[in-house]
């Protein structure tokens, strides 16, 4: 190179804009471009949109009949404990006076209460264990106890035996079976 003269290539490159170089034209090539686009098209909202409504048309009725499934679940849970319970009482009064542990069964809910005087009313004095009613959609179907009662003795045996059915608006029934030897079961129907 002479002294005093610039070299015309890189004098041409430094003059022209940054985006003349060779790279930057490589970089804003169609084919090399990398799309930064922030968003969706409107094409990918509506797809997106019919597939969580197809979800929801799906889901929404299997979860209220798993709501009324998971009240009668309960309700036939709570059922279950509360004889048991009824049951350990009658045992724990074995040396006591009086009859046992009533349980009396009502269309909406049941009362169990200790029945000092053996005439299967609930008079004053006389101790109220569980005074419960069946949850909102929940009824009884059935009960085959005599007189919708039965009472546990202090051997923890129960007369009369027999069962309750319980049951939701959408058909599902369960049976709580309770036997002379006082074992609580429960059953699908």
Do not use: C
Not at 32 to 60: C, H, K, P, Q, Y
């Amino acid at each position: 190179m002479i002294a005093g003269y610039r070299d015309t290539t890189s004098y041409v490159l430094e003059s022209m804009s940054p985006a003349l170089t060779e790279s930057n034209i490589m970089k804003n090539h169609p084919k090399n471009r990398v799309r930064s686009d922030d968003g969706f098209t409107l094409i990918e909202l509506l797809t997106i949109i019919s597939i969580i409504s197809l979800m929801s048309a799906l889901a929404i009725p299997n979860f209220f009949e798993w709501r009324q499934s998971a009240k009668l679940n309960s309700a036939i849970q709570t059922l279950t404990s509360d004889l048991a319970m009824a049951r350990m009482h009658a045992i724990k009064l074995y040396n006591s006076t009086g009859s046992g542990v009533d349980v009396v069964f009502a269309a909406n809910g049941y009362t169990i209460f200790i029945d000092d005087d053996n005439d299967n009313v609930i008079d004053t004095g006389e101790a109220v264990l569980r005074n419960k009613t069946y949850p909102a959609g929940v009824s009884m179907n059935a009960v085959t106890f005599t007189g919708s009662r039965t009472v546990f003795h202090r051997a923890g045996s129960v007369s009369p035996a027999g069962s309750v059915t319980l049951n939701h608006g959408s058909g599902l029934r369960m049976r709580v079976v309770v036997s002379f030897v006082g074992r609580i079961r429960v059953e699908t129907i």
